[in-house]
Every structure is written in C-alpha cells, then in structure tokens.
C-alpha cells in the first residue's frame, strides 16, 4: 500500500521505536524534534502505529494503524487526536508540504 509514497515519520508503540526518514535530514533539528515528540506522544496516548507520508500530489497524510489483535489501542480517541494534530499543527505541516515541493518534486513556491 505504501511502496509508492514518501514516508516522512512513523513511531510504533509495539517496538517503542521512532523513525525519520534518511531523506528529510536537512529539515531544521527544532521541526525534526517536534515530528519525534508528537509521534511518540500519539503512540503513548492511543497506541499503535502513527504514519506521516506525503501522497502523491504532495499532501502530508497522517494515518494510523493497529495489530488485528491489539486490545489496548484507543481507535476513537486515535481518530480525534489525528484531528487534534492536524488543527493544532496546520502551520507545520503546510511548511512541510511546502518543503517537500520544493525539494522533492522540484516546484516554485
């Protein structure tokens, strides 16, 4: 499902493990330290695995996910806090769009 996309960030719960992508190294440290906080975060709060990844228009898409048998995932309150995230961190993530155009897909801002 996700071969064809650019992964920017994902952190899972189940390995306690969070990853950026080699490519977005050149992000400033303060906006790679906040992907990390507000991924771990979201894992700690309702579990499973958080993914942002940019589709192929360019637009950031967060999505989550969970083992078939995990009891403890909170899929409501994943749903609201992704809501949560997205109102709260609109400013970050139009940058990040912006970035990845121009330094991924070679456009003009």
């Known amino acids: 499902m996700y071969q064809d996309l650019i992964v920017l960030c994902s ?21 790679k330290q906040e992907l990390q906080i ?3 975060l ?3 709060e309702v579990g499973g ?6 589709d192929e228009n360019g637009n950031l898409v967060i999505t989550t996910e969970a083992d078939e048998g995990d009891l403890l995932y909170d899929e409501i ?11 709260e961190k609109r400013e ?3 940058q990040l769009e912006q970035y ?5 897909l070679d456009e003009q801002i």
């Open 11 to 31: 952190a899972s719960k189940y390995t306690q493990k969070y990853y950026l992508n080699p490519d977005f190294e050149g992000l400033p440290e303060p906006v």
């Open 42 to 44: 979201f894992t700690e």
């Open 38 to 40: 507000m991924c771990v």
């Open 77 to 87: 309150g994943s749903h609201l806090l992704v809501k949560k995230i997205r109102d």
């Open 92 to 94: 970050l993530f139009e």
């Open 49 to 54: 695995v958080i993914l942002l990844y940019y």
């Open 100 to 104: 990845y155009a121009v330094f991924f």
